[in-house]
């Protein structure tokens, strides 16, 4: 059988590529280096060997047809490829490793042991990024992520377990006092709180309390897009708050916090390292996937939530 892409000069494709993914030849064309012209000419001679539309010449737009729109999948996918390729092999950033990553999971449990990383891989230097924004790693310049979801693929990645994602109540001592000796789960219906109306209704929900409508607790007062600011609000307020038994170890450790309750949300998802397929050999990444498994191996906590609740699609342990 002939191989299809003989006849196909590689440029095309690579113009084609640009065209698709940034919705425009001149868009296309300012990337390349080339002019608007040259992009057209090459994406028309494209669609002349395959006998078929590939975009849709709109008065001030151009649209992909279902073919162009096929091809730009296969063509986006083949074009990663051999950035990524070219890259490990030239040895571009090859001592820079980029992760992108939440703010709690970087600020209470990363962060305080990359640099052992960084003493047991001293070519390889960090860059950590906090933003909530999911960075697409197949095109964008991130090596790896670590997410939080309840999913375990996402096409074209490899994924590395990390922990569970639950989370539990948590208090200070001083807060705790306030509830009196031996405190139910119900006792939080009176007591000030941080959180969604849906955390707490979860829990309230697993502990068997009835709805908290209408206690003269009310709602939470304060609800943040990430655990760090609730649980430090908590902290700071003396009210109770939900976290990461994982990420918040220390803390409970040291007696600044408790854990009251046997009783955890958010149970069906986790933690994953997540990067590109085709780039798991890569010596920076490969590094980091190892040392970041040996430390959830090693961390009490994580083991402990991980024996509780296992990665999503995995049946629960009995006992």
């Given at each position: 059988m002939s191989d299809p892409?003989?006849?196909?000069?590689?440029?095309?494709?690579?113009?084609?590529?640009?065209?698709a993914r940034l919705g425009g030849f001149t868009r296309a064309a300012e990337e390349l280096g080339m002019t608007q012209?040259?992009?057209?000419?090459?994406?028309?001679?494209?669609?002349?060997?395959?006998?078929?539309?590939?975009?849709?010449?709109?008065?001030?737009e151009v649209v992909l047809t279902p073919a162009g729109e096929r091809l730009a999948r296969a063509a986006g996918e083949a074009m990663t490829a051999l950035r990524s390729a070219f890259a490990d092999l030239a040895g571009v950033d090859a001592g820079v490793l980029s992760i992108t990553t939440l703010q709690t999971l970087a600020n209470q449990w990363l962060a305080p042991r990359l640099g052992a990383f960084q003493l047991a891989h001293p070519s390889i230097a960090v860059r950590l990024d906090t933003s909530s924004r999911v960075v697409d790693l197949l095109r964008e310049d991130a090596d790896v992520a670590i997410r939080a979801s309840d999913r375990r693929e996402w096409p074209g990645l490899e994924v590395v377990y990390l922990f569970s994602s639950a989370q539990t109540v948590l208090m200070t001592p001083r807060a705790l006092a306030a509830l009196g000796p031996s405190p139910s789960p119900s006792a939080l219906l009176d007591a000030p709180r941080v959180g969604s109306d849906s955390e707490w209704a979860a829990f309230f929900?697993?502990?068997?309390?009835?709805?908290?409508?209408?206690?003269?607790?009310?709602?939470?007062?304060?609800?943040?897009?990430?655990?760090?600011?609730?649980?430090?609000?908590g902290m700071a307020r003396d009210e109770a708050a939900f976290g990461s038994p994982v990420m918040f170890a220390r803390e409970i450790a040291e007696g600044r916090l408790i854990q009251p309750f046997d009783l955890h949300i958010g149970v069906g998802g986790g933690y994953w390292l997540v990067y590109p397929s085709d780039r798991r050999r890569?010596?920076?990444?490969?590094?980091?996937?190892?040392?970041?498994?040996?430390?959830?191996?090693?961390?009490?906590?994580?083991?402990?939530?991980?024996?509780?609740?296992?990665?999503?699609?995995?049946?629960?342990p009995p006992g």
């Open positions: 892409l003989a006849s196909i000069p590689l440029s095309a494709i690579r113009v084609f590529e640009a065209a012209a040259a992009v057209s000419w090459q994406v028309k001679a494209l669609e002349r060997r395959l006998e078929q539309p590939l975009f849709r010449r709109l008065p001030r929900a697993a502990a068997g309390v009835a709805s908290p409508a209408g206690r003269r607790g009310g709602p939470p007062r304060l609800a943040a897009d990430n655990q760090i600011i609730e649980v430090a609000a890569t010596r920076k990444i490969a590094a980091f996937r190892d040392w970041l498994r040996e430390q959830v191996e090693t961390d009490p906590a994580a083991q402990a939530i991980n024996a509780r609740f296992p990665p999503p699609g995995e049946a629960v």
